[in-house]
């Protein structure tokens, strides 16, 4: 069933180029520089009057869900916010009929976004789910959506369902910027890009061997800090869930900018930064927080764009991703950090598939 590898994790790590594109076949319509989603099932005219898309999910799904927030809001000009959903389900949120509430959920069972589902649904919003398992709970509730078509994910650690999401939420933009301000040529541009992603992503997987290379060095830390800006902000959220989750090493993801409010005091040559470093606005912020985290000896692992000397030189260990726009690097940075985490834990002798405490799916709230 592993098909050879050693792990359920690696399989689906590997499998990524064909689940996205299995996620985005049929839905990008090149012609006209859109994306077809038609199980949204919204008309022209109620996707122009939409107010808001409200985003939520849990974990690996609501970090996601912040990188379709940003996404939407760069392309289409839309109001976008992504909710953790017992936080939106507890909060009393404000809702009404010009919004439209997205859950994505891989497994669609999962119990605080089926609640804020329900909660939505209550105060009238529109409900539409993002969910991989087909026939779930949840795509059974919200009656609208866009299946993921990731295909099963067994390993409790999430990896191609959240690339395959934001594959799906890149289009959503898509779709929301074509119907506000995209022109037909900017819409055909941005299809050509996410087209392009599972090819970036293949280049990633090629350097599986430079990655785990890399890991060795890493079993012995405690604790690391993620960072990163813009999009890359949600990419850090999502490296440190990832390692912690499968290699138990306390990890935090930080909107870099963050760092001197506080964390740079816990900083020094047990603390591992990695700092998302790729090309793209905020890159040469970023590269000034790892300057001041090498001034106070934290040793910094890069993930930067290949050819990148300056940003290479910089730091003490570098993964390299193929050059990108930052909107679709979110993808292929996390595939990255996705291997980094997992050759952390097979080397550290850690379940993997399995993590202690963890079910592949919360039904409880
Ligand atoms: O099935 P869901 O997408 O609703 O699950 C949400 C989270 O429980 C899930 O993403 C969890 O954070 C993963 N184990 C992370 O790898």
Redesign the pocket.
């Known amino acids: 069933e592993k098909s050879g590898y050693e792990h359920y994790m690696l399989k689906e790590i590997f499998e990524q180029p064909e689940a996205i594109r299995n996620a985005i076949r049929g839905r990008l319509d090149h012609d006209r520089g859109t994306a077809i989603l038609s199980g949204l099932n919204l008309t022209a005219r109620e996707l122009v009057d939409l107010h808001r898309l409200l985003i939520v999910?849990?974990?690996?799904?609501?970090n996601a869900g912040l990188v379709g927030e940003y996404a939407v809001e760069d392309f289409a000009g839309m109001l976008a916010e992504v909710e953790q959903a017992a936080e939106f389900r507890y909060r009393n949120p404000i809702v009404n009929s010009r919004d439209i509430v997205l859950a994505?959920?891989?497994?669609?069972?999962?119990a605080d976004?089926l609640a804020a589902v329900r909660e939505a649904k209550d105060k009238g919003a529109l409900v539409a789910g993002l969910v991989?398992?087909v026939g779930s709970t949840?795509a059974r509730e919200t009656g609208r959506g866009i299946y993921l078509h990731a295909g099963p994910e067994i390993s409790?650690?999430?990896?191609k369902?959240?690339t395959c999401q934001v594959s799906v939420l890149l289009m959503v933009a898509l779709k929301l910027a074509r119907s506000r301000r995209f022109s037909r040529e900017e819409g055909m541009k941005m299809a050509r890009e996410i087209e392009q992603v599972p090819e970036l992503v293949e280049q990633v997987l090629g350097q599986n061997d430079a990655i785990a290379k890399v890991a060795e060095s890493f079993v012995n830390y405690r604790s690391m800090f993620y960072i990163g800006r813009g999009y890359m902000y949600p990419v850090a959220l999502e490296g440190a869930?990832?390692i912690k989750?499968i290699s138990y090493i306390h990890a935090e993801g930080y909107n870099a900018a963050e760092l001197k409010h506080g964390p740079i005091a816990l900083l020094d040559e047990e603390m591992p930064v990695v700092a998302l470093l790729n090309d793209g606005p905020g890159k040469d912020k970023t590269m000034g927080n790892v300057a001041e985290s090498k001034a106070r000896s934290a040793p910094v692992l890069g993930v930067i764009t290949t050819g990148d000397e300056e940003a290479r030189a910089a730091c003490d260990w570098v993964i390299e991703i193929p050059a990108s726009p930052q909107y679709t690097a979110t993808i292929t940075a996390t595939v990255a950090l996705q291997l980094f985490s997992y050759h952390v834990a097979r080397l550290k002798g850690c379940e993997i598939d399995q993590p202690r405490n963890?079910a592949?799916?919360?039904t409880v709230e």
């Not at 994505?104 to 999962?110: H, P």
């Not at 409790?156 to 990896?159: F, G, I, L, Q, R």
């Open positions: 999910g849990c974990g690996t799904s609501m994505i959920s891989q497994s669609g069972e999962t976004t991989n398992v949840i409790v650690a999430s990896t369902a959240f869930l990832k989750e963890l592949k799916s919360v």
